[in-house]
Structure formats: structure tokens, C-alpha cells
């Protein structure tokens, strides 16, 4: 461990060295190369993790803040590296965090889901679509597609699988395969249709922001990925139903709901005060322009609803180690790309893409282009983090200097993060944990994923762009 992390840290290091013995680029002042030295730095650092992401991004901040304070010219203070702390897209996911673990401490994400298996689940393809109704209710309050995927649904559906009969080593293809390859394909849609569905959303969109200058409201995300998600949602459990077949058809679903049940007990003051509370969140994000209030400061008030009525508690979320890790990581490296930003590294990166390249006349196509090299690329990070803070601002860049309509480039990319790891079985964090349960094969699992990010690609091309241009056109983005 200690000889892996010296030469990872030794990688890391030398790339901010290299920069800074290179000589600035013409039109780009030496304090804004010696940032974007660091904050490449930053990116291979979340990539190849010789320390956790909170560690990486601190670091690099500490490093900003020196080269602020050592070349800037008064103009741009040391604070701005800290500047993604205060941001609210950051506070938005934090606070978000509180929900979800609320939906594992309370017991109410089982509750929804039993629930569900009575009603819908009497087949195991019925089973494949309570997944995709549990996990889209849930979606919504959940930034962390990890603990909606691998925390809450992945241990019911694995009881399930087991309950049935289907053996991970004996009999995997009875049910197990199936329903747990499923888990991973529904949780990277819902992933995208929710601005608080996962968290590198809000990552993503501060950093197309300072590039485009465009904003989208929560209200307008769930649009905008809603008609495209709720098409692949449809239709998902049927492609992974054919491509890995179960050998078992029908189910005892009344049986397996009514135990479930049973083991939870009657529903309690904490369930019902979060199915408030939820609604609440729903609502205040979907109506903020109405109310005239930000989507962060809704999700700081549902936060601190949770606490006062005692939904959750505060050791809850001081438990919630992915919240903090995330509190920490993301307003680090909104930082840091809000510091290029101001320095003008990202203007000066358009004019140096103008200059060398042709896109004369592209605009409309470019999109097209973009999108399906972001889906390829996407294969090659095994962080969605690491992928957002990586290739969005260079995709947004290019997008810009094509002359792509912005609005449009942008919900592309952004959506593309989520349904783009799918190809692969370390394409997110929930990726490894369903993969571990050892129901799937890599060749299964590789061509479930690779048809349906395809088809998914289609689907935003040919119904996804012409419906966010009708909303443009309405004045809902």
C-alpha cells in the first residue's frame, strides 16, 4: 500500500512541476497555468486515489491558495480556492444526503419497496419493474446513486434472489442475474433524470455554468430528462429480461411481501414524518421559481425540518460519511474550476480551439458528435466524479466554440455521465457491489450495458433533443 501510494503521489506531483516549468502559454497569465497545473493534478488524483477524494481536493485547494496569494495581483484573493464551500450547489447535494440516509435509518425505503413486490411483483420481470418504481421514488432525495442502489435496493433484491432459490455459484441464472443486473441499469437512468439524483449532476451543471452562463432549475432538469428516462425506464427491465433470461417465471410475491412486512412491524412516527418531509422537499424544488427561493435553500430547510422533528438525528449525519466526503471533495473542486473561471483560463481555451480548429457550420451536428465521444470516454473513468471535473468543461468548450445551441449541448453532457457507465461493471460505485453479489458474468454484464447506453443515446438524439428544444421554447429552460 505505502509503495503504491509513493508513486501515485509521485504522478500526481509531477504534473503540476511539469506546468510550472513550462512557460504560460501566450494570452493565458502564469497564475492561471499554474492553476490548471494543480488542478489537473487534482482530476489524476480522483482518478487514481492514492487518498480519498476529500484528501485529493484539500490538498489541491491548500495549492491554489498559495499561487493566489503568491502571483495574484490583488484582484483575485486566496478565498476564491475556498469559494466552493459557500456554493449552494454544494449545500444542495449535502443537505440532500440527510434525505437518503433518512430512507435507510427509518426503514421507510423497505417499507415502499415490500409494498411494491405485493403489488406489481407476482413475476420475476415484474420484480425488474419494482425496482424501477422503488428507485425512481427514491431518486428524487438521493444524490448518492451508491446508497439508493447498493444501500437500499440491492439488499432487499438480494434477499429476494436468495429467498427464490437462485444461488450465486448454483443457480444464478434462475432470478439473480437478471434482477441484479437491473439494479445497476434503472439506478444509472434515474440517476439523470433528478438534478439530486446523483450527485456529479450538480457538479456537472457548476461547471457548464461558468463556461455557458446558463442555469437550470430543478424543476426544469426533471423535465428535461424525464420523458427520455421515463422511455428507457419502460423499456430496461425487458432488454436485461431477454439478454439474461431467468429460468424462474412466476413468483410468490403476496408471500414475500406480506414477511417483509411483518419483519418491519407497524409504520412508525419517523416513516411518516419523512413521507412529509419528502413531499415537502418535492414540492418546494418543484415550485422554488414560484416561491422565489433557491433549490439549496429548500434543501437546507428539509434538512433542518428532519432534525427538529427528530426524523433524523445529528449523530445520523455525522454517520453519513458519504455526505461529509462529498461536502468536502465537491466544494473543492467547484472551487477550483470557479478560480480558472475568474482567471479566464476557460475564454482563453475557446479562442485557442477557434484558432486551430474548423467548425465552421458544425454547430447542429456537433452535439450529436460530442455526445457519443463523451459516452466512449465515459468508459474509461471509473469515477463519475472523476469524469465530470475531467471532460465536462473541455466538452462544454468545444460545444461552444462549434456554435452547439448551449442549453442543449449541456443537457447532453449532463446526462450522458449517468446512462454512459453503464457499459461497464465499474462504471459507478454501486457497479462493484452488485457485481461482488456474483450473480453476473463480465460478458453478460458488458453487453447489457453497451445496448442499453446505445439505445439510450438514440433515444436522447432522436426524442430527448426535440423535446428540451420545445422546452426552451416555452420558457421552462
Not at 417465471?249 to 412516527?269: F, H, Q, R, V, Y
Not at 457485481?435 to 460478458?443: E, L, V
Amino acid at each position: 500500500m505505502i509503495k503504491t501510494n509513493v508513486w501515485k503521489m509521485g504522478l500526481i506531483l509531477v504534473i503540476p512541476l511539469l506546468v510550472f516549468a513550462i512557460p504560460a502559454p501566450e494570452g493565458l497569465s502564469p497564475m492561471a497555468w499554474k492553476l490548471l497545473g494543480i488542478y489537473l493534478a487534482a482530476i489524476i488524483g480522483l482518478v487514481i486515489k492514492p487518498y480519498p477524494e476529500p484528501v485529493v481536493l484539500l490538498t489541491a485547494v491548500a495549492a491554489s491558495a498559495v499561487v493566489i496569494e503568491m502571483l495574484g495581483d490583488g484582484k483575485l484573493k486566496f478565498s476564491a480556492a475556498l469559494s466552493g464551500y459557500a456554493s449552494g450547489t454544494t449545500w444542495l447535494v449535502f443537505a440532500a444526503f440527510t434525505l437518503s440516509a433518512a430512507f435507510v435509518t427509518t426503514g421507510l425505503g423497505k417499507r415502499i419497496a415490500y409494498k411494491l413486490i405485493g403489488r406489481i411483483g407476482s413475476t420475476t420481470l415484474g420484480l425488474g419493474y419494482v425496482t424501477v418504481l422503488l428507485d425512481l421514488i427514491l431518486a428524487p432525495a438521493t444524490p448518492s446513486n451508491t446508497a439508493r442502489a447498493g444501500g437500499i435496493i440491492f439488499p432487499i433484491i438480494n434477499s429476494i434472489a436468495v429467498a427464490l432459490g437462485s444461488d450465486p455459484e448454483k443457480s444464478p441464472r434462475k432470478a439473480g442475474r437478471f434482477l441484479m443486473i437491473n439494479i445497476y441499469m434503472v439506478t444509472k437512468t434515474t440517476s439523470y433524470m433528478f438534478l439530486t439524483g446523483f450527485a456529479g449532476n450538480a457538479l456537472a451543471l457548476s461547471l457548464m455554468s461558468d463556461i455557458f452562463h446558463i442555469k437550470i432549475s430543478w424543476l426544469g432538469w426533471a423535465l428535461a430528462g424525464g420523458i427520455p428516462g421515463l422511455i428507457m425506464l419502460a423499456v430496461i427491465p425487458y432488454i436485461t429480461y431477454k439478454i439474461s433470461p431467468p429460468e424462474l417465471k412466476c413468483i410468490d410475491n403476496k408471500t414475500l411481501s406480506a414477511e417483509g412486512l411483518a419483519t418491519l412491524g407497524p409504520m412508525t412516527k419517523r416513516e411518516k414524518g419523512l413521507m412529509i418531509i419528502f413531499l415537502l422537499a418535492l414540492l418546494g424544488w418543484i415550485f422554488s421559481g414560484e416561491l422565489g427561493i433557491d433549490a439549496a435553500t429548500v434543501a437546507i430547510i428539509v434538512m433542518v425540518l428532519a432534525l427538529l422533528s427528530g426524523v433524523v438525528s445529528w449523530d445520523d449525519i455525522l454517520k453519513n460519511k458519504g455526505g461529509w466526503s462529498t461536502l468536502i471533495w465537491y466544494g473543492g473542486i467547484i472551487g477550483l474550476s470557479s478560480t480558472l473561471s475568474k482567471t479566464g483560463f476557460f475564454t482563453w481555451l475557446a479562442d485557442w480551439f477557434s484558432q486551430h480548429f474548423t467548425f465552421s457550420g458544425s454547430g447542429n451536428y456537433v452535439v450529436v458528435i460530442l455526445l457519443l465521444i463523451s459516452i466512449f470516454i465515459r468508459y474509461l473513468f471509473a469515477s463519475g466524479g472523476a469524469y465530470v471535473a475531467a471532460m465536462v468543461p473541455v466538452f462544454a468548450t468545444v460545444g461552444m466554440v462549434a456554435g452547439a445551441p448551449p442549453m442543449i449541448l449541456a443537457l447532453a453532457i449532463l446526462f450522458s455521465n449517468s446512462y454512459g457507465g453503464c457499459i461497464t461493471h465499474y462504471g459507478g460505485a454501486a457497479g462493484p457491489i452488485v457485481f461482488s453479489a456474483g450473480y453476473n458474468d463480465i460478458k453478460s454484464w458488458w453487453i447489457t450495458g453497451t445496448v442499453i447506453a446505445l439505445l439510450t443515446f438514440v433515444v436522447h438524439v432522436m426524442i430527448g433533443m426535440p423535446w428540451w428544444q420545445f422546452l426552451i421554447s416555452q420558457g421552462f429552460l
